[in-house]
């Protein structure tokens, strides 16, 4: 077997909350797989025990924590009527401090608990007065600062629906979100920071405001300090300093259990992203079991994520403040040309205890020589790292320039159940490359095309129980049919995610990548992460894309597309090496048919590579058919895709 990276603190394990929770649940001296074999096997025993430890606070009691256990259309704790935002705003007495305000600058502001609660009664007394009700949507087009926290709570403590997107996105991208909620109150900021420029967004939230023509109201944030000059807007305009400081009283409007609480949209590659609709309930017991189990959370910790509030992970951010735990919000770029460490710096000065951020980040650091530990880093007890597979490279670089003391905790998920799959935990054990184990509730599987459970061999990762979590419904999708093809098509009643993973015989998960965009050799299916992470360890690339295409005649083209460092060529001698290195480090079935340089690799704007947009461009689909350019976030690169899809069809046979 396998010598695990790390393995449990038996102190830190003593000290956890799991392990706190395995005993008010019962199961005390349980280990990590025992207590996930138990919250899979009895889900009413597991959500039940989640909702006591952590004491919701219901107007009205549960009748029965799963009166209908279906994918989709499962019913969670019917009868119960909750807030989420309650919830959030109940844990911090009035002069601790509840968010921390950062960005790449080192400046930094803190807002108490009694600040924030005064904020959230005054803006949600504001959208009261503009109209805003129980059901009714409000959308902010916001970087990551306490505004965006502030909104979505107030919104939330009416029973309306949230939902918000980051200013790099243009006005257009967000309207196609933003439009098909029908909102009747736009929340957006003058500007945002990134890479040392206060980018000015006044143009583009007028142009937002005038494509939404269901508004009654938009709210102006002052962040970077660009004056709001007057301008025709369609609807009412406030201030938000007039919107959030008056002397208000705090309310909640209690809600069902899987009454909306935000809609968050798939990045929208293709045709207009899909709005996914979460529950207060389902977001708050799935929030609270990854935050304060597997995070660790609670009063005193101090969580610094990196992240847009577009992605996911910003839903996480805010949902930190359900643990009694400080939240750190951050405006920037993670790594400014300026002072590239400053995200380090920033955790070394505010003690914060769980630092979250993306393989990318990771490995940048390692490949471009930055030392983290030159800060004192000793308050980091967990590196979260997720937005896809986190290569064994950067684990041994973690332990060096982090602290050995650290548990690298690599995680996947998803925006369409807003948390994760897979990850770690205090008691679990960590394997370089390899996710520890399925999170707690989740009956993770790996299933052939068949549909029968496969261990230690590549699969379709399915999740064979439902979780409180997974969404209520798609917007605009009355008959639920959009529902039902995105996720359990392939396997009636079971959950396919669409990633490929091994399910190890020791417990570990390891992800593969996207199994729609799968390599595909004379019947050997092979993940495109592994080879990205070879060839990103080399010192002359700086990023790598690998598509497999199916060809008319019914050959198979696999190249692999490269992004060199400065000053480096792409001769034959790097080529060889870059082909040796895929040979030892993954397979010779991996190394690639040809070997192109690029200026670049597109993304979605939460970071993924777009692997089956360029795929499909290079078998020569129509770009308007294949991907929206405004969901991307170099637009720019899908015409070069395009074109060399166009040059390779030219090629005489």
């Known amino acids: 077997m396998t010598v695990p990276f790390t393995t449990p603190d ?18 005390d001296g349980a280990d990590y797989t025992a207590l996930h074999q138990w919250s899979v096997t009895d889900l009413e025993g597991f959500w039940g025990a989640v909702w006591e430890y952590f004491d919701i606070d219901a107007d009205t009691p549960y009748e029965r924590v799963l009166a209908e256990e279906t994918m989709p259309g499962a019913r969670w704790f019917t009868g119960a009527t909750l807030n989420y935002a309650h919830h959030a705003l109940r844990n911090h007495a009035d002069d601790a401090v509840a968010v921390v305000a950062l960005d790449e600058t080192g400046a930094c502001y803190e807002v108490t608990a009694g600040r924030l609660r005064a904020q959230v009664a005054s803006v949600a007394a504001t959208l009261r007065d503009l109209g805003v009700g129980k059901g009714d949507r409000v959308v902010g087009y916001l970087p990551n600062t306490p505004h965006a926290i502030v909104a979505f709570l107030a919104t939330a403590s009416l029973g309306a629906v949230w939902s918000v997107c980051g200013q790099d996105y243009a006005p257009r991208a967000a309207a196609d979100r933003f439009a098909q909620l029908e909102p009747t109150v736009l929340i957006a900021s003058d500007g945002y920071l990134f890479n040392g420029t206060a980018h000015d967004r006044r143009d583009a939230t007028a142009e937002l405001a005038l494509a939404l023509p269901t508004l009654k109201a938009t709210l102006l944030v002052d962040h970077v300090g660009l004056p709001w000059p007057a301008r025709p807007y369609p609807s009412l305009v406030v201030p938000w300093d007039d919107a959030a400081t008056r002397t208000e009283q705090l309310a909640f409007t209690p809600v069902e259990f899987d009454h909306p609480l935000w809609v968050v949209f798939s990045s929208g590659t293709t045709g207009l992203p899909k ?19 597997h995070s660790d959370l609670g009063p005193g910790d101090r969580l610094l994520w990196y992240t847009t509030t577009h992605w996911m992970m910003w839903n996480l951010v805010a949902s930190t403040l359900l643990t009694g735990a400080t939240t750190c919000t951050y405006d920037g770029s993670p790594a400014p040309l300026a002072e590239p460490d400053v995200l380090w710096k920033l955790a070394a000065r505010h003690r914060v205890t769980v630092f979250g951020t993306s393989p990318q980040f990771l490995l940048g650091m390692a490949k471009f020589g930055i030392d983290p530990s030159v800060h004192d880093l000793s308050s980091i007890r967990v590196v979260g790292c997720t937005g896809s597979a986190l290569p064994a490279s950067a684990y041994p670089w973690v332990r060096d320039h982090v602290g050995e003391h650290v548990l690298l905790a690599s995680i996947s998920g998803g925006t369409d159940v807003v948390s994760g799959f897979a990850g770690s935990a205090p008691n679990t054990p960590v394997w370089a490359g390899e996710l520890s184990a399925p999170h707690l509730g989740v009956a993770l599987a790996a299933y052939d095309a068949e549909g029968a459970r496969v261990v230690d061999q590549v699969g379709e990762l399915v999740v064979t129980r439902p979780m409180p979590s997974m969404p209520l419904y798609f917007w605009n999708d009355p008959d639920g049919s959009r529902y039902r093809d995105a996720y359990f098509s392939s396997y009636p009643g079971v959950w396919r995610h669409g990633d490929w993973i091994t399910l190890t015989s020791r417990g570990s998960v390891i992800v593969h990548g996207r199994s729609d965009s799968t390599l595909n050799r004379n019947g050997v299916r092979l993940g495109s992460a592994d080879i990205h992470d070879v060839v990103e360890r080399l010192p002359e690339i700086t990023e790598a894309l690998v598509i497999g295409a199916e060809e008319p005649d019914g050959g198979y083209w696999m190249p692999l597309f490269v992004v060199l460092a400065a000053g480096v060529v792409l001769d034959d001698a790097l080529r060889e090496k870059i082909r040796d290195a895929i040979r030892d480090g993954a397979s010779p079935r991996h190394v690639p048919d040809e070997i192109l340089e690029v200026p670049g690799i597109p993304h979605t704007r939460t970071g993924k590579k777009l692997e089956v947009p360029v795929k499909r461009l290079l078998q020569g689909a129509p770009v308007e058919q294949v991907v929206n350019r405004g969901a991307v976030d170099a637009p720019d690169l899908i015409d070069h895709y395009a074109r060399l899809g166009a040059a390779r069809r030219k090629r005489p046979a």
Do not use: C, W, Y
């Open 275 to 293: 709005g996914i609709v979460h529950g207060h309930g389902g977001v708050l017991l799935e929030h609270l079991k990854t935050l304060g189990l």
């Open 10 to 27: 038996p102190q830190v394990v003593a000290d956890s909350n799991i392990r706190d929770f395995a005993r008010h649940a019962g199961m």
